[in-house]
C-alpha cells in the first residue's frame, strides 16, 4: 500500500516545501550562487596569472640577452626618481630607478660596496678615511674593485674655564 503524504502527516512545513513553485525558486537560486561562485573562481584566477606574467614584463618579450644600462638620470636635481635607458641590438627600454640622495658621486650609485670602520683622525689634514671592497655592481655598471673614502674629523669642544656665576654681581 502506497503510503499518502498529507499535510495532517508531514506538517505544515513539509507542505509548503513539495511545493513546486517554491522548489523552483530555490533551484533558480542555486542556479545564480553556483554561476557566481564560478565566475568569483575565474576572476581570482585570472588575477593570478596577470601578476606572474606582469613579473616577467620585457623579459618574456625580449629574446636579447646582452642588455647594456646606462646611467640611472634623476628627474629633477642630483637624487631622487628618474629613468635608466637600456639598449640591446636595435632594441631599447627605459626602466623607473631612483638615486639615493646620500650617494656618492666619486664611484656613482649603480657601484655597492661593503666599507670598513673608519680609521683615526689625521691630525695633520683633519680627515679620517675607510676603505670598501665592491659587493654589487648593478646593471652591468663598471666599478672599482676597492675604493676609499674620507671625511672630516669631528670637532672637539675646549671648554674655557671663566667665571662660575655669570650675570649680575650684587
Known amino acids: ?4 503524504y498529507t499535510k495532517e502527516t508531514l506538517g505544515a512545513k513539509s507542505s509548503f516545501v513539495r511545493n513546486p513553485i517554491y522548489c523552483a525558486k530555490m533551484r533558480g537560486m542555486l542556479s545564480v550562487v553556483l554561476v557566481l561562485v564560478v565566475a568569483l573562481m575565474m576572476v581570482t584566477a585570472e588575477a ?8 616577467k614584463g620585457a623579459k618574456a618579450t625580449s629574446d636579447c640577452a646582452e642588455w647594456r644600462y646606462g646611467n640611472c638620470v ?4 642630483d637624487c631622487g626618481l628618474g629613468v635608466r635607458e637600456g639598449t640591446c641590438n636595435d632594441q631599447t627600454k627605459k626602466l623607473k630607478c631612483k638615486v639615493p640622495c646620500n650617494w656618492k658621486k666619486e664611484f656613482g650609485a649603480d657601484c655597492k660596496y661593503k666599507f670598513g670602520s673608519w680609521g683615526e683622525c ?3 689634514t683633519g680627515m679620517k678615511n675607510r676603505s670598501g ?10 666599478c672599482q674593485a676597492t675604493i676609499q673614502v674620507s671625511k672630516p674629523c669631528p670637532k672637539t669642544k675646549t671648554k674655557s674655564k671663566g667665571k662660575k656665576g655669570k650675570g649680575k654681581e650684587h
Not at 1 to 4: H, Q, R, Y
Not at 74 to 77: A, F, K, L, S, V
Not at 135 to 142: F, P, Q, R, S, T
Open 1 to 4: 500500500m502506497p503510503l499518502k
Open 48 to 55: 593570478g596569472r596577470g601578476k606572474k606574467e606582469r613579473g
Open 74 to 77: 634623476p628627474n629633477n636635481g
Open 122 to 124: 689625521d691630525t695633520t
Open 133 to 142: 671592497t665592491l659587493k654589487k655592481a648593478l646593471y652591468n655598471a663598471e
